[in-house]
């Protein structure tokens, strides 16, 4: 097996994102039953940003422990086999999951089948078991290595925008004839508006962003209407509305309550991108923002249609959407220390462009 022996993380200060440092430790011998994954490459989006403002809130830190007061910001990637004591895995073997912003991960592998494992590390057995959950990586599974890196960037995002859409849809947006939608360039925000775009024709979609992001949120052709967060006031509050909060800014959270109020039928907390605001709001009109968690629609929909059935409902809406974000989005690879910090910052100050997409990796 490879002889790879220190590990690099890449930690943030809890409640202070924008400290971050990297940390090397000396990699432990394997226990029987143990295999060790050198990660790839991963994704990082405003998603990633929202673990680390949630971590707490919704347990995104416990995923991969670092040391107290620091978190390692989980990110979805892939990784391959680089030592194992476990029968079933082999030097090269590539998986997709949730990994963190390091250079190894150790997982202890249960329910394992030709598609794919569970990580049963005993810090892990509580979570949620859709971030638990490592598919393998082969063309006849349905992974073809020319779309690592759309697997990687869209597949998290936009499986949300799908199961978005799909609650939605399901409760009939909560009676309202109009959709609107914050953080409309990010790529789960515009994946959420060409789903809902797909629908009956019968609502409206409105796309909220900041004056710099307009123009492409225009030019994605998604939406109805465009508007800039200093404009909402201009949009028109004669009839129901549905609102998904992707960005967790407090004023524009104020601004779409306060000019909506009882028009709104239903708020729904996605994302967290404004993460110096916390996304902390309270004594709004109209109904209280309820977070969406995704995995509650993911246990709902394999419930209803079996694991197989929402695999294929959710597998063509991604290849859909894929080719969708091929259009717009550039996809950037970066490798190296100095890469992983910049990327972050990048995304931390939400100066990054959504016509990018960023692809990388700790290694040099």
């Not at 400290?19 to 990082?44: K, M, P, Q, T």
Request: proline share 5%; with cysteine; net charge negative.
């Amino acid at each position: 097996m490879t002889d790879l022996k220190t590990n690099v993380d890449f930690v943030v200060k809890k409640g202070k994102l924008d400290e971050h440092r990297f940390v090397s430790n000396d990699l432990a011998a394997l226990e029987e039953g143990e295999v060790r994954f050198r990660i790839d490459r991963y994704a990082f989006t405003a998603n990633n940003v929202t673990y680390g403002v949630a971590g707490d809130m919704l347990n995104y830190w416990q995923f991969f422990p670092a040391d107290e007061g620091w978190g390692r910001i989980p990110v979805w990637s892939i990784g391959s086999v680089i030592d194992s004591r476990h029968d079933d895995f082999n030097e090269g073997d590539r998986y997709y999951g949730y990994f963190p912003m390091s250079s190894t991960l150790t997982v202890q592998p249960s329910k394992v089948s030709p598609r794919g494992f569970v990580d049963n590390a005993a810090h892990r057995r509580e979570l949620p078991p859709t971030y638990n959950q490592y598919s393998k990586m082969t063309p006849e599974l349905g992974f073809e290595p020319a779309f690592d890196n759309h697997v990687m960037l869209y597949r998290p995002l936009f499986a949300t925008s799908f199961l978005i859409d799909d609650w939605l849809g399901g409760e009939d947006y909560f009676g309202a004839k109009t959709l609107v939608v914050s953080s409309a360039s990010s790529k789960t925000s515009f994946g959420l508006g060409y789903r809902a775009a797909l629908r009956d024709g019968q609502r409206k979609i409105i796309g909220l962003t900041s004056p710099r992001n307009v123009a492409f949120v225009e030019g994605l052709g998604c939406f109805d209407t465009v508007v800039a967060y200093d404009d909402i006031t201009s949009i028109p509050n004669n009839d129901s509305v549905a609102y998904v909060d992707m960005a967790g800014n407090v004023e524009v959270n104020a601004n779409v309550h306060n000019h909506f109020a009882d028009q709104l039928t239903v708020s729904s907390r996605v994302g967290i991108t404004h993460w110096q605001d916390g996304g902390q709001d309270s004594n709004l009109p109209g109904p209280e923002p309820q977070m969406f968690f995704a995995p509650n629609q993911i246990q709902k929909r394999v419930g209803e249609l079996g694991a197989q059935g929402f695999q294929q409902q959710i597998g063509a809406a991604l290849t859909d959407l894929y080719t969708f974000a091929d259009q717009h989005v550039d996809i950037t690879e970066q490798v190296g220390q100095e890469a992983v910090e910049t990327v972050y910052k990048e995304m931390l100050s939400g100066n990054a462009k959504p016509n990018e997409g960023f692809i990388v990796s700790i290694h040099a």
